[in-house]
């Protein structure tokens, strides 16, 4: 992506986006623009359609109706050449079980032709960099600490954190916020889902709130809240 894209690239453009499970519209025809290398979260209830915005942003869902741009480039078309440069931080931790954390990196790294300082990033999330058990035997906030180390391995244009502070004590919550900023900071665009508004408006600017697959309240520019 053309890290200097045009005034009206707009960064991230999600217009007239629809998308169902069965007959249930989990999103339903919704826009709005968030510019480039700012910060936006999403608040409302369990299934108001938050987790379904970010994975359709992310490409792991197929919108049903409408379509996403990114500096200019349809996602879902160009959707082979953008996933390098953008990352989803969910729930699904999808973490090699039988590796320990250096293990995890490496293939990361291997997969996506990446070079990094491996320890340097371990200590960056407040991991041991020596050690050596399986990533099976770790807690719940150990397991999100290295998830956020292959954020910061990728280092992408776009950043979707869905529940990014969930399992983490206020250590770790600071955690976070201080090295996404640090992306945010270098030009990353940030989509954070979250149940925690007093937590996520310490990085994020903008806010969207949603329910039943609508905007309800928004910040951001070019806001469709959705079909009725």
């Known amino acids: 992506m053309d890290p200097t894209p045009a005034p009206d690239a707009h960064g991230l453009v999600v217009d007239d986006l629809a998308r169902r499970f069965g007959q249930r519209w989990a999103v339903a025809r919704i ?7 700012q910060a936006c979260m999403v608040t409302g209830a369990n299934g108001s359609g938050k987790t379904t915005l970010l994975r359709c942003v992310a490409t792991a869902l197929k919108p049903h109706h409408g379509r996403i741009r990114f500096a200019k480039v349809d996602l879902w078309r160009q959707r082979r050449v953008v996933r390098s440069r953008i990352a989803l931080l969910s729930h699904a931790t999808r973490l090699y079980e039988d590796l320990d954390a250096r293990g995890n990196l490496r293939t990361w ?9 491996i320890p340097d990033l371990l200590q960056q999330v407040g991991l041991p960099p020596s050690r050596t058990d399986p990533v099976k035997t770790f807690s719940a906030g150990m397991r999100r600490r290295l998830a956020l180390a292959r954020v910061l391995l990728k280092r992408p244009d776009l950043l979707l954190l869905d529940e990014p502070f969930t399992a983490l004590d206020p250590e770790g919550r600071d955690l976070v916020i201080r090295l996404v900023g640090e992306l945010q900071a270098q030009g990353t665009t940030l989509l954070v889902a979250t149940h925690l508004p007093a937590v996520a408006g310490r990085l994020c600017a903008h806010h969207i709130h949603m329910e039943s697959g609508r905007i309800t309240e928004s910040t951001l520019p070019n806001t469709v809240k959705g079909a009725g």
């Open 31 to 37: 826009g709005f623009t968030l510019p480039r290398g």
């Open 109 to 117: 790294a291997s997969l996506g032709g990446l070079e990094a300082d």
